[in-house]
Nanobody
């Protein structure tokens, strides 16, 4: 098992930026690909981004490419999500997840591919 704790959420105006962090503990972080998902009120959880175990390959939801950047620091057991040019429709709880099954696979966007989940951090973008 791995424990995941997100931080960095908050209230930001449209056009602003936030950097989310997800700290992992309890299992070898570098053995997992990491993903970010988000869930807005009344909507299903959706894929945001993924990064392979080495950090060498990333994948993004099509609508977020160019605005969001996922990265990781295996020495710090942390994955990040840099979010720029935020829009009100980006308002959601952002949740990180770990995939130990296929850590080298670059594209795994479905929730069932991830075995461990954090509690999430709220991001609110005002217009």
């Amino acid at each position: 098992q791995v424990q995941l704790v997100e931080s960095g959420g908050g209230l930001v105006q449209a056009g602003g930026s936030l950097r989310l962090s997800c700290a992992a503990s309890g299992r070898t972080f570098s053995n997992a690909a990491m993903g970010w998902f988000r869930q807005a009120p009344g909507k299903e959880r959706e894929f945001v981004a993924r990064i392979t175990w080495s950090g060498g390959v990333t994948d993004y939801a099509e609508s977020l490419k160019g605005r969001f950047t996922i990265s990781r620091d295996n020495a710090k057991n942390t994955v990040y999500l840099q979010m720029n040019s935020l829009k009100p429709e980006d308002t959601a709880v952002y949740i990180c997840a770990a995939d130990f099954t296929l850590p080298g696979s670059p594209i795994r966007r479905l929730q069932y591919a991830y075995q461990n989940w954090g509690q999430g951090t709220q991001v609110t973008v005002s217009s």
